[in-house]
Structure formats: structure tokens, C-alpha cells
């Protein structure tokens, strides 16, 4: 159960920021014989991320990993802020809240490890999945139930749509367009 406090905070968010790998993905890695990486990314959690954006929430992916899966998995979902190979993540989010004129109170973040840590002073909420470290669930506002790569950013995406009233009606009436 959310308490009152964040499920308000939740419902404020305009920009929810994503980390890839053991946030989209399960944080495996496959290489191919030529060095191409392979990535595996929840359908799921991609409409999950279409219904926030139909919401009005801005989406950004700011992620260590490099390579073309991450760029082309944030096209499909029409994710327009997308940051790969960043080495400093802090630097990034400040950037992007610059830019998009959001303050932390209005950011979302969900990651799943040290290099995520940094993010704490910048943004409202917190959130990592249930297979994080053990230090950033610690300091975050919620850990998930579902797993990086396995349904924590549908999860979240369920809980912000709670937070501001419309999960209901997608629930109950479904949702017409492409994903």
C-alpha cells in the first residue's frame, strides 16, 4: 500500500526518468560473434510507458549502457530525451529538468543501482525495482514488487495512473491505440 504522501507525489510527476539496463531490461547482456549487444525489453512495460504519455508525462531514458537497442527501443515508444554512454548521471538530469523547465519536485526516477544513487537530491521519487541493490532501496521512495526487465516500469506506470485517477477507466474500458 502507497501512502497518501507519495501516491501524491506520484501524481504530480511531469518527467519520469528511466535507467535501461535492470530497469527495462533484466540487465543481461548478450553479445553476438561480431560484438553486437542484445537487449530484452517487457512489451508490458512498453504500453505502460505509451498510457503515462498519453497522461501528459514526459519520458527520458539517461542510461550508462551504450548501443542501438537502447536508441531504437526509446523511438518505438516515441521517447524523444534519450541518453546513452552518460557517465554522469547527475549532470544529465540536470540538464534535462533545464531544458524541459521541471523541477526535481516533479521528477521521477527509476534505477536500479549505485550509478543511480546520484539522482536522489534531484528528483521527488525514487523508485527502483524489487531486484535493486541494497543501498539504493534503501534511500528510494518505493521498491516495486516486480523485478528490472520482468514489469516494475508497468507496475509504476499502474501506480502513477492510480495516483492520478485514470487507472480505472483504462481497466475497466481498455485502451484503443498502438503501442
Not at 539522482?119 to 535493486?132: C, E, K
Request: aromatic share 4%; net charge positive.
Amino acid at each position: 500500500m502507497i501512502g497518501s504522501g507519495l501516491k501524491s507525489r506520484l501524481g504530480r510527476l511531469a518527467l519520469l526518468v528511466l535507467d535501461v539496463d535492470g530497469v527495462l531490461t533484466d540487465g543481461g547482456l548478450s553479445y553476438s560473434a561480431s560484438g553486437e549487444v542484445w537487449r530484452r525489453f517487457d512489451v508490458r512495460d512498453g504500453l505502460g510507458l505509451k498510457l503515462l504519455q498519453q497522461e501528459g508525462i514526459e519520458l527520458a531514458v539517461i542510461s550508462g549502457g551504450r548501443g542501438a537497442a537502447i536508441a531504437l527501443r526509446a523511438k518505438d515508444l516515441g521517447v524523444e530525451h534519450c541518453y546513452t554512454a552518460v557517465k554522469d548521471k547527475q549532470a544529465a538530469l540536470v540538464d534535462l529538468q533545464a531544458q524541459l523547465s521541471i523541477a526535481a519536485g516533479a521528477t521521477g526516477f527509476i534505477g536500479d543501482d549505485l550509478n543511480d544513487l546520484v539522482v536522489r537530491p534531484l528528483v521527488g521519487v525514487l523508485v527502483t525495482p524489487a531486484d535493486a541493490c541494497r543501498p539504493l532501496k534503501r534511500q528510494a521512495d518505493l521498491v516495486l514488487r516486480r523485478a528490472g526487465g520482468q514489469g516494475a516500469v508497468r507496475e509504476l506506470s499502474e501506480r502513477i495512473l492510480r495516483a492520478r485517477g485514470s487507472w480505472h477507466d483504462l481497466a475497466r474500458h481498455g485502451w484503443r491505440q498502438r503501442n
